[in-house]
């Protein structure tokens, strides 16, 4: 049985992606144990997918905020000795960065990552013991694939599968009618669509007996979620939700609807019908990526028309 160790910690959107590595390696690799080094606020993604036998997450974002403080030091000590614990066959980096390259060091085993022309930050590729070349102008759920395929000796089939179960958790809050989920926040201004955009198709769903759901992650989050929910007359902002419950509102939903966001991607990875809006990145590398009903819309300086959004979505609720 081999032993495998992911490292991919971050961030929710990348973590969503590598998902379908582990979907993979379980149909090329016999009796595969697959392990995931993660950070501690995405563990339960990983968590979702059957094929993963153990998560082990990490507080890099926590701990680098007081690096030398007797608690974080203790648990950096902590977090080596677990890794150190078990002699993995392969350790593999799909994130290619110094940080996730350090990781890798600190466990037991042979590592593997991308090579110098192929990591996000090349200096990662001198921490492994075989790299490989894998194109970077591919998206990112197939650089993962291709590059756990020459890891371990197979080509990956055609189209991704993420693989993962929603977890059956009840939301009480939720509408006895239909809903579509409004991913309408973003930590980035310019990557946000337009709120008259947003009213006008919150409009549409309620002219086909759908209400809205806006989720909210932060306070400017929360105040835009209200905001929109003024001018939407079937509409509810949920408490703050946990992946799991997050994930349980998508995969119950009729549609999504969402900007570049990494819960836009984990709609696309259960399988839930999902509009994504690309207003300042472009889709090709980093787009809902999917054999299952969902469509990029938008680019990189043009952002979609609430029209063309309007007739994508009803084109799959039709489908």
Known sequence: MPKILLVKTSSLGDVVHNLPVVTDIHAHVSNASIDWVV???????????PGVNRVIP???RRWRKAPFSASVRTKVAAFREQLAATRYDFILDTQGLIKSAVITR????TRYGYAWDSAREPLAALFYKLTFTVPKALHAVERNRILAGKAFGYQPASGPIYGILPPTISLPWLPQQPYAVLLHATSRADKQWRVVNWLELGEYFNSIGMACILPWGSDAEHVQSALLSKGIASSIIPP????????????????VVGVDTGIAHLAAALNVPIVAIFCASDPALTGVYTSGPATNLGNYGAPPSIAETIATVERLLSA
């Open 39 to 49: 950070e501690e606020n995405f563990a339960d993604i990983p968590a979702m997918h």
């Open 58 to 60: 990490v507080a890099l």
């Open 240 to 255: 703050r939700l946990t992946i799991r419950e997050i994930a349980a509102l998508l995969s119950g939903a009729r549609i």
């Open 106 to 109: 600190l466990a037991s085993g």
